[in-house]
């Protein structure tokens, strides 16, 4: 639970040692925290040709209340700026003078349509990288390339995530490097998912490719409005939300912060851990049910207890390991895995969805993982769990679009729990540095991306995987 | 260009110390050649419930003339064999006497509709994997998710990547593992596809998942059949292959297997290397263009060129690296890698397309990169243009199709090259060991890859990108 190289490098003493060596430095992240100002600083513009989305960037930006800066590439910004009552100014180079330090770089490249207009992205990075702040953020937008009208402009489009995700790997100093491909006509959903990005919560979160939709229903479930201007401090407010695993670790921080962002959370863990559930669900003013999920009438047990009031948020959290080499591995410990992590999550799911108890504009998030990604030695139980729960959001995602649920996953990767703790030195130093921000993530950083995924706002966003892995390197 | 490392360990000395020291030892891999059998040794063979792809596996079985083994798994196995006249026996697993080594393990998982009906798929690799030999390949069948009708089936079928990657990663000593969805309606169409994953063709291609479809014309461009059987010792008898960067290096190896299949191989290069190209066409009686690819006129040329007896298969190789971090890269070094690595080959497929030279039934390869899928630091130029390539692949598919024309990519891990030689020891060997079979791949394992996509028999597989990286952990 625990990064002391991390802690040490940033003593004043370890930075100097790590310098004097030329060790590297993880630089430690920048957190949302409820007494802090979330959004500040200033946001430079970037865009090519025709861009499509600064209206919605100009509202969001109002919203937030930052500053922005155009670039030379966003000749559009200024008067549209002004046109929305924003200050506003030009970005001015580092060299030139004192570095203005940003805050963030966005680009909307939503209107390129060649490979041959590509060059603004790399006049607007190659000016304002060098500005950028610690933990500053770096969002590119554009159109998803599977809905282009031509080969020239999906390949353009297409091209986006190579830089991105170079980005990503180049900013280092706890940068994150984010792609949001926004559908035509869904300009209006982008404000949620462009928060989370340019905020302290999306700390963990880089080299992610994210699609919002113009499709689906925006449908509320309650009095929220299902479109801006939501309740940015308490989104939740007057939802429920399911939270398997509840218990400890991953699940408990899952619960803390759709607590705090306003929803009742119903927490279930085993019943070997109903102290602890109880516990951590009386700090939240939660409700506490002792249930094994496994169990074969565990989904008509959910789906009585949640009867009476229904749901509008389920979170597939509960999982287990139970790591062995496929030849060492007993046919017990592979069924009791694949059974948990994923053939319960969809005996839940479909009796919550027959009784009607998860209600129309709900959200369902799975906790996937990177080795169901890119597999993993001695977890073919465990990958093959994770890899169905992808399976399962993707093939789910347009039976429930009509009923404005959506149904998305997250896949952590090295996160510092109580199991990372327990590995073997050189592979638990391996997991938390490998990857663009060099240190592991922490429970609070799957907790805001489902929080985000579960926010109304993001009605535009499903059958997705989110990886929750400072840009690991572990891929597929 | 030397891998001295897996020289050294697989030397009596080396592997001895090796073995003292705990050292890694990476597999000499098996490599095609054309003065030893390509196929050989027992392939066992398991099945979850209702398999669909028996009859074609069949089929393979006799074609590549080995001898299968049943797993109990696969009941149905022995008397289908029988049926189709094949010598076959049953599984014994490795301690009931001495181990019947494997050369290796196909699984037919595509009857499989439920998460809970996995458990074959442990019993399967359970009971063969520590039989696998050397250098053995691992095969998962299963259908595409996609097109599955039900979301339980989707996920359950889904859940085979997280388990093939998994085996990639345990099974080493230069195992490969793929897995391959078969749509229903494709089933004429594996044999190609299976004897590239069962070949020593396919030595550095390991944790990849292709789709077989059954849409797209099986058209032939000449006397060919169409469907099997082929001619496969010269399945490219009788086409025409153009490709660009051929004199040297990958380029040059892409020629040669191309050749050594039947193809006439035209070579492009750019002028300043038309001594090498003219040299390494003449050793395959292929054909030379000195043009530079970027120039405006280049396209109109090369059509030109071929005009008179069109062109079935078009490899776009040609490409270059321009490395520096973007606040350092110029717009010229930025503009020249996505004109030469992207943006040319857009236009040249255009010219021919447009001028009908590439024929119905032809083959586009475009050779992108990890890079291009995962990012790269110092590459934000390199990693957009082959970001680009894969987009350029998925956009074209679909137009294709009807022309039975497939157009895919191939994204290189780390192969040995002058290019990689030349890199700081410590990149070049963090480079080279992290992946599965810890070493870099060759050139020839990136033109074999190519080759087997150019097959008249891959007719069902388009708008896809094979990664030819020994499973290489750096993904996305």
Known sequence: MND????????????????????????????????????????????????HLLDPLADLVASIGVTSVAHESAGLWMPLAHR???????FEPADSGSPARLAALIFDASGIEDSSQLGPLHAFFHDTLRSLGQCGRIVVLGRPPEGCASPRQWTAQRALE??????GKEARRGITANLVYVEQGAEHRVEATLRFFLSPRSAYVSGQVVRIAASGSDIATDGNSPVP???????????????????RGIGASIANVLAAEGAHVIGIDIPSARDALEATMRQLNGTSLAFDIAAPEAP??????????????????????????????????????????????????????????????????GVSSISGIAGNLGQTNYATSKAGVIGRVQSMA???????????????????????ARMPLTI?????????????????????????????????????????????????
């Open 300 to 365: 008509a047990q959910i789906a009585a207890a949640l009867d009476d009031q229904g749901v509008d948020i389920v979170v597939h959290n509960a999982g287990i390991t139970k790591d062995k080499t496929i030849a060492k591995m007993t046919g017990a410990i592979w069924q009791s895995v694949i059974d948990i992590n994923l053939s319960a999550q969809e005996r839940i799911d479909d009796a919550l969805l027959a009784a009607g108890i998860l209600r129309d504009g709900g959200r369902i998030i």
């Open 229 to 247: 201007p939501f309740d940015w401090k308490q989104p939740l407010a007057g939802r429920r939300a399911v939270v398997t695993g509840a218990a």
């Open 162 to 167: 190579g830089l991105t995700r170079s980005l």
């Open 4 to 51: 002391s190289y991390l802690n040490f490098v940033n003593s004043p003493f370890g930075a100097r040692l790590a310098r004097s060596f030329g060790l590297p430095k993880p630089e430690v992240l920048r957190r949302y925290r409820a007494d802090e100002p979330e959004f500040g600083g200033l946001v430079a513009i970037g865009a090519g040709r025709e861009p």
């Open 398 to 420: 347009p039976l429930l679009r009509a009923r404005g649920i959506t149904i998305n996953a997250v896949a952590p990767g090295f996160i510092e729990t109580q199991m990372t």
């Open 84 to 90: 929305h009552g924003l200050m506003t100014g030009r």
């Open 428 to 476: 638990r130093e391996a997991g938390r540095r490998m990857n663009s921000l060099a240190q592991g993530g922490l429970p609070v950083d799957v907790a805001q991306t489902i929080a985000w995924l579960a926010h109304p706002g993001s009605a535009g966003i499903s059958g997705q995987v989110v990886r929750v892995c400072g840009q690991s390197l572990i891929g597929a």
